[in-house]
């Protein structure tokens, strides 16, 4: 091209406007033509130097096209020389840069940058979610999505973004509102992602039927392993155990190299009682994800339901790194006791979980006592009463008051590992507690010639898992209709005003019993204790009283499984679902029982 022709190449290219080039720049790159939206953008900055919007398109088409390096750099000298000229979408695409790159502080420095000059921009505000979604810090992630949302009514992405942040906050409600009003205007490959979050909600919501009618709509956009292992998930909760294997299955035909899908399919296992194909699938997963601390914790579970005490606990110690564990590993500068001679230092047993727990593990006080050292224990302030039991053997502190002058440190569930105990035959026996001799419970109510139960219909309805292992009051009323039973409430917390509506002939103790010491005066007092999983089984087992439990179908581990007696508790015997949510079966069975040991009674036998 001679001097004139380029001259002239160049004074029409001038008398394009920048917006010309953008708009044409960006129609080819929708079509994904990039090698023209190139040429495009190259003859826009000739004629237009320096200008931004056309500069971060060249960026962009750089990127595109697998010029990482030179995308950025671009990006990053446009900013420094002319920030002031940079619009909003300048900054959306160099985050948009930045995550497509995995270089998280580009991206964060560009959202914060873009922010600071536009705040009103929805488009900068859902990435400002969306990054801080992607690092878990959800709380802060749905204000900003929320402003996207207002900003922008009919941004789905944002909507998709936002009930997803929801549903991580457990706001499950308001994540179901939002999710379901962006379906509705959805279109294309985010209604794939709006089903699949709207299937997580209606799983955590409980909404069986509806969440597998998400999931399986989504299905029919695409069909990724994972999804088949939601649905798994989905139908395990809901107790359809078949189907719940036939999509966990379906899931690792997909991809068999999903270590989650084998968690699933082992947490399945579980449920259903197969304790060793449990622990089987439980393996596998580790095998190829051998960090993950829930995989590991689960298999505990399972191996200590089987009775395997030796490799249950020594997986029981991911407990620590497992994200779902309800306590807290605490902060000692002091090291954790490994079973090593103590040589005259002191240790300090702490309590950790629940007062159950803590009953269920004090069995192996009496052995950390005869440790060659100073042995001081900690109690949760309800048990401190009875826990003078151990006076004279250790020293006693109440929970969270440890002293300062102590060498070694062991929660107490620590205990049985570092003791050495591997089989349920290693169990130290029962009682191991009883109240204080000199500390007797009054109960006047008492009739010398009936048959008299105590009894504990719940547990904390807080606690995870409770709506399936607590029974109802009134499952217990029929027993008042035996002849020759007196029945008595120990039911202590959140459950005591359903007394209001039992019988007269229902004794109520509650509202008298300060502690677990009152409740085990109590229990010395009674024929029988009758108790779901919760705390007083402990304590029934602990002072060696004579008690049932009734176990919903899939019972903690410390009952073990397909077994109506325990090895922890001698004096226990065992009342299981045959099918998850079947009470009444379980209460037919309570009453059968009680009349064959009344009847006993009278007989003399």
Same mark, same amino acid.
Request: a negative charge.
């Given at each position: ?43 826009? +900055? ?115 973004? +936002? ?149 249950? %606990? $020594? ?37 950790? $979980?629940?007062?159950?727990? *803590?009953?269920? %593990? ?46 070694? *440190? ?36 008492? $009739? ?31 027993? +008042? ?78 009952? +073990? ?29 309570? $009453? ?14």
């Amino acid at each position: 091209m001679n001097q004139a022709a380029a001259d002239h190449r160049n004074d029409t290219a001038q008398q394009k406007s920048p917006e010309y080039y953008r708009e044409k720049a960006d129609a080819l790159i929708r079509e994904r033509k990039f090698a023209e939206a190139e040429n495009v953008l190259a003859e826009g +900055l000739e004629a237009h130097a320096g200008i931004p919007a056309l500069e971060w398109r060249f960026a962009d088409v750089e990127f595109q096209t697998g010029r990482t390096d030179e995308a950025k750099s671009r990006m990053i000298r446009i900013a420094q020389a002319k920030v002031d000229q940079c619009d909003a979408a300048f900054f959306s695409a160099g985050v948009r840069l930045g995550r497509a790159t995995n270089d998280r502080v580009y991206a964060e420095n560009m959202t914060r940058a873009g922010l600071d000059r536009f705040p009103l921009s929805p488009n900068l505000r859902q990435h400002a979610g969306i990054l801080l979604a992607d690092t878990g810090r959800h709380d802060r992630a749905v204000e900003h999505l929320e402003a996207a949302v207002n900003l922008d009514p009919n941004n789905i992405v944002s909507m998709n973004a +936002l009930g997803y942040s929801l549903e991580q906050i457990d706001q499950l409600e308001r994540a179901d509102s939002v999710l379901k009003h962006a379906l509705g205007k959805a279109r294309g490959g985010v209604k794939f992602n709006l089903l699949v979050n709207l299937g997580n909600v209606a799983q955590k919501l409980e909404n069986f039927e509806e969440g597998r009618s998400y999931y399986e709509r989504a299905l029919k956009h695409h069909q990724p392993g994972y999804l088949y292992s939601n649905l798994g998930a989905l139908l395990r909760k809901a107790h359809d155990f078949p189907a719940a294997e036939t999509a966990y299955r379906r899931s690792l035909v997909l991809d068999p190299n999903n270590g989650g899908a084998y968690y699933n399919l082992a947490n399945k296992h579980k449920e259903a009682g197969d304790l060793m194909q449990a622990v089987s699938y439980y393996d596998r997963s580790l095998a190829i994800e051998p960090e993950r601390a829930a995989t590991h914790w689960n298999l505990s579970l399972a191996l200590l339901a089987a009775g395997d005490l030796r490799r249950g %606990f $020594q997986e029981y110690e991911w407990r620590w790194k497992y994200e779902g564990f309800p306590s807290r590993r605490r902060n000692f500068s002091q090291p954790q006791w490994q079973g090593e001679p103590l040589a005259g230092r002191t240790l300090l047993v702490h309590a950790e $979980q629940g007062i159950g727990d *803590h009953l269920q %593990f004090a069995r192996f006080i009496p052995a950390l006592a005869k440790l060659d050292g100073r042995v001081i224990v900690e109690s949760h302030g309800p048990i401190l009463r009875l826990f003078r039991h151990f006076e004279g053997m250790v020293e006693l502190v109440e929970r969270l008051k440890q002293p300062d002058d102590f060498d070694l *440190h062991l929660p107490l569930l620590s205990a049985p590992l570092v003791l050495g105990i591997n089989t349920l035959g290693q169990l130290p026996s029962t009682p191991y507690l009883a109240p204080p001799s000199n500390w007797s419970f009054p109960v006047p109510e008492v $009739q010398e010639e009936t048959f008299q139960i105590g009894i504990v219909w719940g547990g904390n309805p807080n606690f995870p898992g409770d709506r399936e292992r607590s029974g109802k009051l009134d499952y217990y009323f029929p027993l +008042l209709e035996i002849p020759g039973v007196q029945l008595f409430s120990l039911q202590k917390g959140e459950r005591e005003p359903e007394l209001v509506a039992a019988p007269e002939a229902l004794v109520r103790l509650s509202d008298r019993i300060e502690d677990f010491c009152d409740t085990a005066s109590i229990m010395t007092q009674m024929d029988l204790v009758i108790t779901t999983c919760t705390s007083t089984a402990h304590l029934a087992g602990a002072i060696g009283a004579t008690f049932w439990v009734v176990l919903h179908h899939n019972p903690d581990w410390r009952w +073990l499984r397909h077994r109506n007696d325990s090895p922890w508790y001698p004096t226990a015997r065992l009342f299981t679902q045959a099918s998850p949510g079947d009470w009444a079966g379980v209460f037919a069975e309570v $009453q059968d029982a009680i009349r064959v040991t009344v009847a006993s009674r009278r007989s003399g036998g």
